[in-house]
């Protein structure tokens, strides 16, 4: 039988309950959990450690979860990350920012446990679907060079 890899979640949230609480949830539902409780954490466990998806809060002890946002973005090791932002601040104007910085989603909590699971399912398959997507098409522009590489005489 092949071992199937755990989808790997980074959850960043400065309230140890918050962790506490998803972190037991996500690992019942099989998947691998890393946690950060400051900006900076985050930052250097998306670089080190490749989660499959970012939970993160907005407010960090050290910096905004919207800065660490913009950080992994620019990074094209983290850039492709989906992030999905939890926070007790679900105000329309954060939302709109949330998204503007570069995230993928925004919960608001307290944090509804189906809605959450729901929302990491879909986007780790949405995440899964680009990757294929980028294999093929990098296939796809293999195969063209190969071509034009025996074409010419």
Do not use: W
């Not at 809605?115 to 780790?124: D, F, G, N, S, Y």
């Amino acid at each position: 039988m092949t071992d199937v890899k755990k989808s790997r979640i980074l959850v960043v949230d400065d309230d140890p309950a918050i962790v506490f609480l998803v972190s037991n949830l996500l690992e019942d539902k099989g998947y691998e959990v890393l946690t950060a409780a400051t900006g900076t954490i985050a930052l250097e466990c998306a670089i080190t450690d490749n989660p499959d998806l970012i939970l993160l809060d907005i407010l960090l002890p050290d910096m905004e979860g919207m800065e660490v946002c913009a950080k992994l973005r620019k990074n094209p090791v983290t850039s492709k990350i989906p992030i999905i932002f939890l926070t007790a601040y679900n105000t329309e104007d954060r939302l709109e920012e949330a998204i503007d910085m570069g995230g993928d989603d925004f919960l608001g909590k307290p944090i509804n446990i189906i809605e959450l699971t729901v929302r990491i399912q879909a986007m780790l398959q949405t995440r899964n679907i680009a990757d294929e997507y980028e294999r093929h098409n990098d296939y796809i522009k293999k195969v063209q060079t190969l071509r034009a590489q025996s074409a010419k005489p």
